[in-house]
């Protein structure tokens, strides 16, 4: 199957810059999404990568590394409202995603 | 902004009796899934559907699940005998086919089979 790995659990303070990683299986791949979820609620998309690099939207970025079956999310200028679930997605050739476990951020002040 | 819609948002049910959770996906979307999230566990793909038949299931998507789109607008998902371990949250999504803007997720239905 296609595996979807990324860490159980973050924390970081408020202002703070944060580098969520999520790796995943090469074969079969067309592109990675992250969402954001807070907690009982559903997932809100963040961004999509297809290409190699990185691409910015305001203080979310998203990196990808095709080769490497590698990419990550990063959070600038850290808020509390931030504090939720990550998660990492992967589009294979079906037009299912796969998701990792999620990367619950813990924002303190 | 447009937004998938599920209803209901919880509901629950004695283990053995059927469930019709209900979804209005986006109106000019034509790819359509089911995703469930057992609690504390990750988001796990049961079901997507195009073209008024279901184009992949999951393991999980046993001859207990059907789906049906049964008019222009609803979609949704049977679980005929519910079982202790079909709780969780069920998630609608609905995608025009391009994959940018990925797939818009309803606000889930918390199903608990007790």
């Known amino acids: 199957g296609q595996n979807i790995d990324q860490p159980t659990e973050m924390t970081a303070t408020e202002g703070a810059i944060v580098q969520i990683n999520c790796t995943y299986q090469?074969?079969?791949?067309?592109?990675l999404f992250w969402y954001q979820q807070h907690a009982g609620e559903a997932p809100t998309f963040l961004s999509y990568?297809?290409?190699?690099g990185l691409e910015e939207k305001g203080r979310f970025s998203s990196f990808l590394s095709r080769s490497k079956g590698y990419s990550y999310l990063l959070l600038k200028e850290l808020q509390m409202k931030d504090s939720a679930s990550y998660l990492c997605?992967?589009?294979?050739?079906?037009?299912?995603?796969?998701f990792g476990t999620g990367t619950r951020l813990q924002v303190f002040p | 902004e447009p937004e998938v819609t599920q209803t209901p948002s919880h509901q629950v049910t004695q283990m053995g009796q059927e469930v019709i959770l209900r979804c209005v996906p986006i109106?000019?979307?034509?790819?359509f899934y089911w995703y469930r999230q057992i609690l504390g566990q990750k988001v796990e793909f049961l079901v997507s559907?195009?073209?008024?038949?279901?184009?992949?299931k999951s393991e999980i998507f046993d001859d207990q699940f059907s789906v049906e789109r049964p008019d222009g607008s609803n979609f949704t998902l049977k679980i005929r005998s519910t079982k202790l371990e079909d709780s969780a949250m069920y998630f609608c999504?609905?995608?025009?086919?391009?994959?940018?803007?990925?797939?818009?997720f309803g606000s889930g239905t918390r199903l608990t089979v007790v």
């Open positions: 999504a609905s995608s025009d086919g391009t994959e940018t803007y990925g797939y818009t």
């Open positions: 109106s000019n979307h034509l790819y």
């Open positions: 559907f195009y073209n008024n038949e279901i184009s992949e």
């Open positions: 990568n297809v290409l190699d």
């Open positions: 090469t074969s079969g791949f067309n592109g």
């Open positions: 997605a992967g589009f294979y050739n079906t037009d299912k995603l796969i």
